[in-house]
């Protein structure tokens, strides 16, 4: 059964996918001739016939939908292991450096005790270097 067989126009019950369904209700709220001959139930095989399309028009959308936030959520996965992966490789370079800046305080430390030695002997090459100059003071007195 086609539209002309049933006395229907093509635009009173068209239905664009990309427009809302307030199109297919004005549609179908236009009214349009009856013939005595076309039943009514006509009318309701076809309203069905469109709803059934939309029908599965939206599970269509619903699936291109659910693919996309598959996708998407996938990608946060990924993104979300990589950035992990990198906190752990960020984490473990902060540690090896803070070990590193420890061993070197240690090393330091032991420089400056064995340094002790070499402050305490200046100190006495001082104190040698102004008796020396007491004692030539004197001699070149004398």
Wanted: with cysteine; glycine share 2%.
């Amino acid at each position: 059964m086609d539209l002309s067989e049933t006395g229907l126009d093509a635009m009173s019950l068209s239905y664009n996918t990309d427009s809302s369904c307030s199109s297919l209700t004005a549609s179908l709220t236009t009214p349009t001739p009856r013939s005595p001959s076309r039943p009514a139930s006509d009318l309701i095989l076809k309203i069905e016939k469109e709803m059934e399309r939309m029908q599965l028009n939206s599970q269509d959308t619903l699936f291109e939908i659910s693919k996309v936030l598959d996708k998407s959520s996938a990608t946060t996965v990924a993104t979300t292991q990589t950035l992990r992966e990198f906190a752990l490789e960020l984490g473990e370079a902060s540690d090896h450096a803070v070990k590193r800046a420890y061993s070197a305080m240690s090393i330091m430390e032991e420089i400056d005790r064995k340094m002790i030695i070499v402050y305490n002997a200046r100190k006495r090459m001082k104190q040698i270097s102004a008796l020396l100059d007491v004692l030539e003071e004197k001699v070149d007195k004398i």
